[in-house]
């Protein structure tokens, strides 16, 4: 595929990389050869390059006059700011690597991350000092007070010296360091400015907490071409509605959003002249293709924090909602970066069939800060690479190799559920879903509630008002999945919720009939309310061994089969008086629509009746 909008590389980043050992000397040769142009810009506030490098040569000086050796870990304690970034380049001139703390968070977790990472000082604001006691702490002022440290004085770089630690949740809910090198950072960030041709020309949007390791994507192959970074603030920051118009306001050329979020905005207006040319997202399931009218290229990056952000990406082709071609895939390696798809063997697997992904290459960091056992269980050598001391990382994601080289995501090896016997994979649900012009995003769960079988649960952020009613959606899918696909309950949110990184927050997903979540149409959501739907439901509610069954519930996607079937046309024809077959539950398997037919063939019956046979019919058998 030709991408116009993405300029050619520049062969002179590489070349003054190949002279960098470290990361923030590549930002200052920038800065160097861009010292008036505006690196950073905060609302009415900017940095300009050789402002920027100057100062975070004095906060570095700070930190070496407190005693601050190279090698050790300097936590960053502010919110997304000029000044957050500012202290990042500093830890890394002084020698250092840097783990984000987010002031947001309860005073208990930051020094419980602080003392898994083993800081030696963390640069905070004066009046957030008394949060980190025990620790040294230096003020973000402190770039103001000190003489600039000349750079030959710096301490010096390796490549394989630690750049920062990010945590991850963990599987096991413990928080996991990972440390990231500035080989591996600077071999993502040539990658990044060749592949996205970025120059000093570019406005690049920084939104992501830097507790995300995301956000080094939008500081550091920008910084390092000499473009200018302009911080968006907290509330534009959680409105898709309002993220578009600061894009545009802010003239915004490369924009990373979260992935829920970039959905719903591939869903509204842009204008054609638009300055956007790159809308990246990641670090969940795509579910949505880009419109042939948007004025910009999305990217689909994916790779786990282990392996330097971003380990695979590609172009998502733009696609009609009525073209469907399942999930977009998650594109090639980026340069350094190998995949292996791999067996329970761990032997390669075949074209075309499905293998857990495992990453190696530049990309693959050093592990787990602390925890060598668990480093070992999951960075192992590389027996595919004839290379000293090569070695990949084990995702636990699935993929398979397209015939176009490209790579398909799979899911999670655990996200894959079976509803009724039917292995049913969740994203394929919900990629359908997003198809339904009323969609603006969707994810499915399966959920087991007490007192229900398994059953699949659609959570939906309409695309506007009014939103499609749970029929329509329902009808819908079915025009694409077989029937055991699709949901047993539709929720409406206003916004999907997202942790801390940017990801659906599953856990915070309500259950369906909640305070608080709405479903796609509360008329179509209601109980049973005519005598004959009452009855119906009595049924079939005996037959399945449940209760509280609703009007527009499918009898078949609550668990019943043929042979539960025959059963309720049994009990219909003897409770109802009427001639019903196994074909009319098929075609109508919800109450509303069995008993609409039920009262079609009582009707039918009517005129051949006396008034005293439809009075026994209606009051049902003697009990």
């Known amino acids: 595929m030709t991408v116009t909008k993405i300029r050619p590389p520049h062969s002179s980043i590489r070349e003054v990389a190949s002279t ?6 590549i930002v200052r040769a920038a800065a160097a050869a861009h ?39 300097v936590a960053v304690g502010l919110e997304r700011s000029i000044e957050q970034v500012v202290a990042t380049l500093a830890i890394l001139n002084a020698g250092c690597a840097y783990l984000a703390l987010d002031p947001a968070d309860p005073i208990a977790r930051r020094r419980a991350l602080a003392a898994d990472s083993g800081v030696a000082a963390v640069i905070t604001k004066a009046e957030w000092q008394d949060d980190y006691v025990g620790l040294m702490v230096v003020s973000a002022d402190a770039a103001d007070l000190a003489e600039p440290v000349a750079a030959a004085a710096l301490p010096r770089t390796a490549p394989d010296d630690l750049a920062y630690i990010v945590y991850t949740s963990g599987s096991t809910g413990t928080p996991n360091g990972v440390e990231i090198t500035h080989a591996n950072l600077i071999n993502f960030l040539l990658w990044s400015i060749e592949a996205f041709g970025i120059t000093a020309a570019d406005v690049a949007s920084h939104a992501i907490g830097l507790t995300f390791d995301v956000a080094a994507s939008e500081i550091w192959p920008n910084l390092a071409a000499g473009a200018t970074i302009t911080l968006v603030d907290e509330t534009v920051r ?22 829920t979020m970039a959905e719903l905005m591939l869903a509204m207006p842009w204008p054609r002249d638009a300055s956007l040319r790159l809308m990246l997202t990641g670090g969940d399931v795509l579910r949505a293709y880009p419109r042939e009218e948007l004025p910009f290229e999305l990217v689909n990056n994916y790779g786990p ?22 999930l977009p895939s998650i594109g090639r390696p980026i340069s350094g970066a190998i995949i292996h798809l791999l067996d329970n063997e761990r032997q390669p697997v075949a074209l075309g069939e499905e293998g857990e992904i495992w990453i190696g290459g530049k990309a693959v960091g050093r592990g787990y800060r602390g925890k060598p056992t668990l480093t070992a269980a999951k960075f192992m050598a590389d027996p595919f690479v004839d290379e000293p001391g090569a070695r990949m990382y084990r ?33 394929e649900v919900a990629l359908a879903l997003q198809r339904h012009p009323g969609v603006g995003s969707a994810v499915v ?17 309409p695309a506007a008002r009014p939103a499609p009613s749970d029929t329509d959606l329902r009808e819908f899918l079915a025009g694409f999945l077989p029937r055991a696909y699709l949901p047993s309950a539709f929720v409406l949110l206003d916004r999907m919720p997202l942790t801390r990184n940017g990801k659906v927050d599953y856990a915070a997903l309500p259950p369906p009939g909640a305070i608080g979540a709405g479903t796609g149409n509360a008329e179509k959501r209601r109980l ?96």
């Not at 960098?20 to 000397?25: F, I, K």
């Not at 905060?42 to 090698?71: E, F, K, S, T, V």
């Not at 006396?610 to 009990?623: F, H």
Request: some cysteine; overall charge neutral.
């Open 238 to 259: 959680a409105s898709p509605e309002l993220m578009r118009r600061w894009l545009l306001d802010e003239g915004v050329t490369i924009a990373t959003i979260p992935m």
């Open 35 to 73: 010292p008036r142009a505006v690196a950073l810009r905060q609302g009415q506030r900017m940095l300009r390059y050789r402002d920027l490098d100057a100062r975070a040569r004095r906060l570095a000086g700070a930190l070496i006059a407190r005693g601050i050796r190279p090698g050790s870990v």
């Open 395 to 427: 995702t636990g994601d699935r993929g398979r190799w397209l015939e176009s080289g490209e790579l398909a995501f799979c899911g999670r090896i655990d996200n894959q559920t079976k509803i009724r016997g039917v292995r049913i994979e969740l994203d």
């Open 445 to 461: 769960v399966a959920r087991d509630d007490p007192g229900s079988d398994r059953y699949l649960a659609a959570y939906v952020v």
């Open 20 to 25: 960098c050992a470290g990361v923030h000397q």
């Open 528 to 623: 049973p309310e005519s005598s004959t739907e009452r009855r119906l439901a009595a049924i079939v509610e005996g037959v399945l061994g449940i209760t509280g069954i609703a009007a527009a519930d499918d009898f078949f996607l609550l668990g019943g089969h043929s042979i539960l079937a025959t059963q309720v046309i049994v009990q219909s024809r003897e409770d109802f008086g009427v001639a019903l077959t196994l074909r009319d539950l098929f075609e109508a398997p919800t109450i509303e629509q069995f008993a609409a037919v039920i009262e079609a063939r009582i009707i039918a019956q009517v005129a051949a009746m006396s008034s005293d046979e439809v009075a026994a019919i209606l009051a049902g058998p003697a009990r």
């Open 305 to 326: 924090s282990e392996c330097t952000i971003v380990a695979t990406y590609g172009i998502v082709p733009r696609r009609g909602r009525d073209e469907h071609s399942g």
